[in-house]
């Protein structure tokens, strides 16, 4: 299969209408039905991007199978473009992930369970959600990428591993919420996210797509700031903070290629010595 080297990716910058997925979707189709215009190859929506963030107990309305006739229309358009979007899973077993699905060519191609589920302060996920286990690449007619959610970035291991599987572009949606500000006015916990995303780029020699929503809830505020960061950790491309819109990026594969090149992390990595350590590690921890 021959995969372009140039692939034109439109990051929307939502802002979502707590647990009404029928409005979501069609505010869904618009950017998407604009991205196809345009002639973008993907396009990446936030973390729950379906429903909104603070579900609590509508958690159990809201979730969709997989094969839910809500997607068709999204399956009509994949057909056009590449879509990752952010939703509550239902399975057969009656269980619930916090999700991303990606649909390509009039299908899901694959999907993420976000893994790690913060519970701590204005976070209560684990309360609603169950936990994914694994990280893994995936392979789309454009190359071989890697998803992830929120706080799964916050773990250094994610991304590693979605990179040490082969993937190139890692995905990351989110719904950031605003922590404290500074006297430029802008939340603190934002420097972290972006020295996160740049770190990762770097450190797995990938592209980071980052895509983060905006809006209220609550009084939480969500401050966007989408971006995507190349394999040497140079910013292509960012959206503005706390205001709706579609961010548009190019990755040139070949910049992967020249950074894998002239930085060797990711195939220096002694991954015999990462397992086995871990492992020791593991049953220290099991005796206490």
């Given amino acids: 299969m021959n995969k372009k080297r140039k692939i034109s990716v439109s990051v929307v910058q939502l802002d979502v209408v707590l647990a009404d997925i029928d409005k979501n979707l069609e505010k869904h189709y618009e950017?998407?039905?604009?991205?196809?215009?345009?002639?973008?190859?993907?396009?990446?929506?936030?973390?729950?991007?379906?429903?909104g963030y603070s579900l609590k107990d509508a958690v159990f309305d809201v979730a969709l199978s997989a094969k839910d006739n809500k997607f068709k229309k999204i399956l009509d358009y994949s057909k056009s473009i590449s879509i990752l979007l952010g939703c509550v899973e239902l399975t057969d077993r009656y269980e619930f992930y916090n999700s991303t699905f990606w649909?390509?060519?009039?299908?899901?191609?694959?999907?993420h369970r976000k893994v790690y589920l913060p519970t701590y302060g204005m976070f209560e996920e684990k309360r609603y959600f169950s936990s994914g286990n694994r990280f893994r690449s995936f392979d789309s007619e454009l190359g071989k990428f890697g998803l992830l959610i929120c706080e799964d970035m916050w773990h250094p291991t994610s991304a590693a591993i979605l990179a040490q599987d082969g993937a190139s572009v890692i995905f990351v949606c989110a719904a950031g919420i605003s922590r404290g500000f500074s006297e430029e006015m802008k939340?603190?916990?934002?420097?972290?996210?972006?020295?996160?995303?740049?770190?990762?780029?770097?450190?797995?020699?990938?592209?980071?797509?980052?895509?983060?929503?905006v809006g209220v809830e609550d009084g939480?505020?969500?401050?966007?700031?989408?971006?995507?960061?190349?394999?040497?950790?140079?910013?292509?491309?960012?959206?503005?903070?706390?205001?709706?819109?579609?961010?548009?990026?190019?990755?040139?594969?070949?910049?992967?290629?020249?950074?894998?090149?002239?930085?060797?992390?990711?195939?220096?990595?002694?991954?015999?010595?990462?397992?086995?350590?871990?492992?020791?590690i593991d049953l220290i921890r099991k005796e206490y």
Wanted: glycine content about 4%; overall charge neutral.
């Fill in 220 to 280: 939480l505020i969500f401050w966007g700031g989408s971006e995507m960061l190349d394999p040497s950790g140079l910013r292509v491309n960012k959206a503005a903070y706390f205001k709706e819109e579609r961010l548009n990026v190019e990755i040139d594969l070949l910049k992967l290629k020249h950074a894998r090149i002239n930085t060797t992390l990711l195939s220096d990595e002694k991954l015999n010595v990462v397992i086995d350590e871990f492992k020791r």
């Fill in 31 to 51: 950017f998407i039905e604009q991205a196809i215009a345009d002639k973008h190859d993907i396009i990446v929506f936030p973390e729950l991007s379906l429903t």
């Fill in 187 to 213: 939340p603190q916990n934002v420097q972290v996210w972006e020295t996160l995303n740049r770190a990762q780029s770097v450190t797995n020699t990938s592209f980071v797509v980052f895509a983060n929503r």
């Fill in 103 to 111: 649909f390509e060519k009039g299908r899901l191609l694959s999907r």
